[in-house]
Structure formats: C-alpha cells, structure tokens
C-alpha cells in the first residue's frame, strides 16, 4: 500500500455535514464556558460587595456610636443646663425676696 503524502499547504475539505458538527461542538463548548465565566464573574462580585458591606459597616460602626454619644451628651447638657436655669432662677427669686423683707 502507498501512503498518501499529505502536503500541509493543502487545504484539508470538510462535508457540510462534519462542519455543521463541528459547528454545534463549539457552539456547546463556548455556551458551557460562557455559563463557566459567568457564574464566576457573579461569585467574585458577590464577594467583592460582601466584603465592601463589612469594610463599611466595620467602618461606620464607631463613627455612628460616636454621633450617638455625642446627641446622648446634647441631650444631658441641654436637660442639665435647664435645670440649673430653674434653680438660678429659683435662687433670684428667693434672693429678691429677702432684699425686699430687710428693713
């Protein structure tokens, strides 16, 4: 038998039908990597945001109990200053009075 000498520069033809094969192949292959990249793109982002999320609630938890404290304070100093007006007041009052009584 005489082997046949293939010359690389020859085109090698394909019936219409091993292409349409060949064709629907890389159509499966390419949609199972396009579900592949997908779903990965998806997990990586869910990460990234879950991790952005924690970065900024571990970020904002001190600042929003320090805002906290500081309208707790407000809210003393103001109820305390209040008070203190009543019994500056209380104490001008009393004071007038006893000018008033002494001969």
Do not use: W
């Not at 103001?78 to 001008?92: F, K, L, P, W």
């Amino acid at each position: 038998m005489k082997k046949k000498v293939i010359d690389k520069k020859t085109p090698k033809l394909v019936t219409e039908e091993q292409f349409k094969t060949e064709l629907g192949y890389l159509e499966r292959v390419l949609k199972v990597e396009i579900k592949f990249s997908t779903l990965t793109v998806r997990q990586e982002m869910d990460s990234n945001l879950r991790d952005l999320k924690n970065f900024l609630l571990t970020t904002f938890d001190p600042l929003l109990k320090e805002l906290e404290d500081r309208r707790q304070d407000r809210e003393l100093g103001a109820s305390q200053t209040s008070a203190i007006r009543d019994q500056v007041e209380d104490h001008e009052k009393r004071i007038a009075k006893l000018e008033h009584s002494r001969p």
